[in-house]
């Protein structure tokens, strides 16, 4: 079903968490931003994905020394 990732992913999965999130959020109520013809939110989100449609933003995980400690 996926024809192409694009090159902005790093990785297939990440590709599909981005195109997961976006279906729950078609599937709440969200208007689709392209229109394929079909109402399977699955297969709309990877389309817009796809077509470069749908934000998103790699976060940097935080690491235990930099987070400022509590003083007891």
């Known amino acids: 079903m996926i024809h192409r990732i694009p090159e902005v992913f790093d990785s297939k999965f990440r590709f599909i968490v981005?195109?997961?999130?976006?279906?729950?959020?078609?599937?709440?109520?969200a208007p689709p931003r392209l229109d394929t013809g079909s109402r399977k939110a699955a297969y709309i989100a990877i389309k817009e994905v796809e077509a470069g449609l749908v934000d998103f933003e790699i976060l940097e995980e935080a690491n235990e020394d930099d987070e400022p400690r509590e003083e007891e």
């Open 18 to 29: 981005v195109a997961s999130e976006r279906a729950r959020q078609i599937q709440g109520g």
